[in-house]
């Protein structure tokens, strides 16, 4: 297996592959993020939504990407009943809930087209793919109390493609729900698709437990909540995650070590 | 159809009819005996559908934890959306014009209680929504606009359910009498034949909210199976058979007949039409298929008993629809939904037969009296016109009476001023009764057709004069 | 109304509702399942665990909460404690939940949400249902074979220390 690791959009990615991809394709993908982030990155101040926020240029006068990108994200708010939004309480509109997701998606789309087999990290956001005659990629869910341990496996690759992880002690700011603090710390979404996993996450936190039984019930989503004491939810599909975790643990357990 | 004379070897006493007439009594009360059975049939029936209904929840587990305010609300609407369900699904049986129905009940008593119906399920419906929603919205601390908005958009077959209680508010409001009168027919049908479409819709949210009625539980089988049966009930009586009807006869229009101011008689041809069974005093839902009257199916009854090949109606212009079907050309289709009434001797427990008509009521009286095997004696007839043009008919009534040795009367007249009696001003004036007309009065089958005013009143007297309910008979057409 | 079917059918419809209740409340009991050993109040605490439990678990807040008894928390002394034990019946928009969990000596084992009136798995509304999960020990994130790893975003700099950098070394 090979793993190529980047950086871009202020964090690092981490792309693992079954076979060693070629320059071109890596250049590639690179080069995906690197245009999103110069066309939505709010801490440069010469990417295009700068512009919008600074008052240069009105979102209307933009390329038609960036507006169906704001589009999506307004859909998003409605499906999500305003949980996620990219509206920040400064009026600053903020595509950054959907521009990583998207960009995963782009760079999934490109790296399908040279392998079957490839996990992208980005930050957190995970999408992959595995070959038909591939095992799933095995990724943890961190415990947001100790980063260094995990409170779940997740399975991905065929059945679900991506996962998405939200906290609350995202990168040092605080999602506010709309009905005060947070009731969840962390809320991790796997799906088939990165963007509902990464805006869905983002809207559980913001959200309620009534919000979150809605959002498991409206969407083909797994889910696991960690809320403020400590206590777990999950759906069939991410308690399966939480045994696999619990196995691992009784079986390191019981193996001597060496 | 001619009637067996009776001898008169018996002589005619007062109070004991002569022995022929008793045992023909006899045997009538024995078959309305068992009409009344299965009509209590029916009614229970009825009843136990409403009660299983309220079972289905009752047998769901989640009746049996009831902890708070909000499950207690909610658990009420359930039960009213179910009932309210089930009397919707009834009223549907009830319009399907089931022969059965008809043969022991009477079609048209069956749609007056389609139309009792029809506000206390509405409330039903409405009492439902409101519950569920406040129900809801106290469990997820939601006012009741703010539950309404996250059921509309949360639950996928809300929206229609929303539909389905807007066209059922049409279609109830559009049926009460003092919005109906003012509507034209055909808009108030048309608004009416949304009730299917609100029924059909309301389906999907009560299989897929909640959880009385969940998949894999008896309940979702049972209500489907009671949907299939009432649609299916509508499917089979309400166009199969009536289109099965319509073809195997081929009836059509071979002349049309002014027999006086406004009314018209219908001659209509066919074959085969003994086969339809119809009984004197029996009525058929009618539509001639021309360009401007095919849309207006018109509840008529049979002037004449059909015989082989030809039938007649007799209709009298009350609106624009019948007006339209007096300039019906000849060779024009018929299509026949019945026959249906139980206005007909097949009613009768009494020995003796009383029957009063007043304009185009004659029309069931006229083959109603065609139809009965009579003894001399046995009937009494009374006509009533408003004026001389309402005579239609009247010779061949005349006819019959004088073959059957039955005993006609005429009363021709206005009515009185005050309004109050069915009687013309001036046998009102000179005493003439109900009981002054009809020798034989209590042991007699009444059958009473007219306007519905006038109708209401020769039946007041009836009841008043001490005639027990059964024996009073009367042709109800309002569809 | 006639007086003979308004009887019959008040009877017909009493007899009815009583049979619908009675077969709803068999239905309940079924799935009460008596426990076995003393009930140990129920609250879902891990009884006895391995030193390097995270300190701030604590009972899973979860719109149902099992307590079958009154909720007290035994030490973890009592090893005898096995059986299954159900929590209080919730309602839900989508119909009672109940959660079950089953204890063998001592240790809470599963806690599972029963879904009393729905068998057939309709739709994904009920099948969905993010329901309580017992916190368990935390695996240690070295001793798993994972290739990535999904919490919280961290920055470039905040990559060299992170989880998922040891992660991508391993890899390589």
Redesign the interface.
Same mark, same amino acid.
């Given at each position: 297996m090979t793993v190529h690791v980047f950086d871009t959009m202020g964090t690092v990615a981490s792309l693992h592959t079954a076979e060693p991809l070629s320059h071109v394709d890596l250049a590639a993908v690179e080069a995906i993020f690197v245009r999103y982030d110069r066309t939505y990155s709010l801490y440069d101040a010469a990417s295009d939504l700068s512009r919008v926020a600074s008052g240069d240029v009105r979102l209307s006068e933009t390329s038609s990407e960036i507006r169906d990108t704001y589009a999506l994200a307004l859909d998003w708010r409605q499906k999500t009943d305003g949980l996620f939004t990219p509206h920040r309480p400064d009026d600053v509109v903020d595509l950054s809930g959907v521009v990583k997701a998207l960009a995963i998606d782009e760079a999934g789309t490109l790296l399908s087209g040279s392998t079957d087999d490839w996990l992208l990290t980005v930050g957190g956001d995970i999408l992959g793919s595995r070959g038909v005659d591939s095992v799933d990629w095995s990724v943890g869910v961190v415990d947001p109390d100790d980063r260094g341990r995990l409170i779940g496996i997740a399975g991905l690759g065929s059945a679900r493609r991506a996962l998405a992880t939200s906290g609350i002690a995202e990168r040092g700011e605080h999602i506010w729900s709309r009905n005060g603090r947070s009731h969840y710390v962390q809320a991790t979404v796997a799906a088939d698709d990165i963007v509902t996993a990464d805006v869905l996450a983002t809207a559980i936190i913001a959200g309620t437990p009534d919000d979150l039984d809605r959002i498991s019930s409206q969407w083909d989503v797994d889910v696991l909540t960690v809320d403020r004491d400590g206590a777990m939810r999950g759906t069939p599909g991410a308690a399966e995650w939480t045994r696999r975790c619990a196995a691992a643990a009784t079986e390191r357990a019981s193996t001597p070590s060496v | 159809m001619t009637s067996t004379l009776g001898t008169r070897s018996a002589p005619r006493l007062p109070h004991a009819p002569a022995p022929s007439l008793q045992v023909a009594a006899k045997s009538r009360r024995r078959d309305h005996r068992r009409r009344s059975a299965a009509v209590d049939g029916l009614s229970i029936l009825v009843w136990v559908s409403g009660a299983l209904a309220v079972a289905l929840y009752l047998a769901s587990p989640g009746a049996h934890i009831l902890g708070s305010v909000s499950s207690v609300v909610t658990a009420l609407g359930i039960v009213a959306g179910l009932l309210a369900t089930d009397l919707v699904l009834v009223m549907i049986v009830l319009a399907a014009r089931v022969p059965l129905v008809d043969r022991v009940f009477g079609t048209d008593r069956a749609i007056a209680v389609h139309r009792s119906l029809g506000k206390p399920v509405l409330y039903l419906i409405l009492v439902h929504g409101l519950l569920i929603t406040i129900g809801y919205g106290l469990a997820d601390s939601k006012n009741p606009v703010g539950e309404t908005i996250s059921l509309f958009t949360t639950l996928d077959d809300m929206p229609l359910a929303y539909l389905s209680l807007a066209l059922f508010i049409a279609v109830v409001v559009t049926s009460l009498v003092a919005v109906r009168r003012r509507m034209p027919y055909e808009a108030w049908h048309v608004i009416h034949l949304l009730s299917y479409i609100a029924v059909a819709v309301a389906l999907p949210h009560q299989l897929s909210v909640g959880s009385v009625l969940a998949s894999g539980t008896w309940q979702r089988v049972y209500w489907i199976a009671l949907y299939v049966v009432a649609l299916g009930a509508i499917a089979v009586f309400r166009f199969a058979m009536p289109a099965v009807v319509t073809f195997r006869h081929r009836i059509r229009v071979i002349d049309v007949e002014q027999i006086a101011p406004g009314v018209v008689s219908i001659h209509l041809a066919g074959q085969d039409l003994t086969r339809l069974g119809v009984r004197g005093g029996q009525y058929g839902v009618w539509r001639f298929w021309t360009a401007n009257t095919w849309w207006h199916a018109h509840p008529v009854s049979f002037s004449s008993v059909p015989d082989e090949n030809r039938a007649r109606i007799t209709v009298r212009d009350l609106g624009a629809g019948s007006r339209r079907l007096s300039r019906i050309r000849p060779g024009a289709f018929v299509s026949l939904e019945g026959p249906y009434g139980l206005f007909t001797a097949k009613a009768r427990t009494a020995p003796y037969l009383a029957l009063i008509a007043s304009g185009i009521g004659i029309t069931p009286i006229r083959s109603l009296l065609e139809d009965s095997p009579l003894r001399a004696h046995e009937a009494t007839i009374l006509l009533r016109g408003s004026d001389p043009d309402q005579r239609y008919l009247w010779n061949e009534v005349a006819g019959i009476a004088r073959a059957t040795k039955s005993d006609v009367f005429a009363m021709i007249g206005p009515r009185a001023s005050h309004g109050d009696a069915w009687q013309s001003a001036e046998d009102w004036n000179r005493g003439v009764t109900l009981e002054s007309t009809f020798p034989h009065l209590l042991q007699s089958d009444i059958y009473v057709c007219g306007p519905q005013a006038w109708t209401d009143l020769v039946v007041r007297d009836a009841r008043l004069a001490g005639v027990p309910e059964h024996q009073i008979h009367q042709e109800r057409f309002t569809s | 109304?006639?007086k003979? &079917?308004?009887a019959?059918?008040?009877v017909?419809?009493?007899a009815?509702?009583a049979?619908?209740?009675h077969?709803?409340?068999d239905?309940?009991a079924a799935?009460t399942v008596p426990a076995t050993g003393t009930a140990a109040g129920g609250a879902a605490t891990p009884s006895a665990s391995?030193g390097a439990t995270?300190s701030?678990?604590?009972?899973?807040? &979860?719109?149902a909460t099992p307590t079958t008894g009154t909720g007290t928390t035994k030490s973890s002394g009592k090893a005898a404690i096995s059986g299954t034990f159900q929590g209080?019946?919730?309602?839900?928009?989508?119909?009672?939940m109940q959660v079950e969990i089953v204890v063998a000596a001592g240790k809470i084992t599963d806690v599972k949400a029963l879904q009393?009136?729905?068998?057939?798995?309709?739709?994904?509304?009920?099948?969905?249902?993010?329901?309580?999960?017992?916190?368990?020990?935390?695996?240690?994130?070295?001793?798993?074979?994972?290739?990535?790893?999904?919490?919280?975003?961290?920055?470039?700099g905040g990559?060299i220390s992170?989880?998922?950098?040891a992660?991508?070394k391993a890899?390589?």
């Open positions: - | - | 109304m006639r003979r &079917a308004t019959g059918g008040i017909a419809s009493a009815i509702l049979l619908g209740w077969l709803g409340a239905q309940v799935t391995s995270p701030s678990t604590a009972s899973p807040s &979860a719109t209080t019946t919730e309602q839900t928009q989508f119909g009672p009393l009136t729905n068998q057939g798995g309709r739709s994904v509304e009920i099948s969905n249902y993010a329901a309580p999960i017992l916190r368990t020990e935390a695996l240690n994130a070295q001793s798993a074979s994972i290739q990535s790893v999904s919490g919280a975003t961290y920055t470039s990559y992170s989880l998922q950098s992660i991508d890899g390589l």
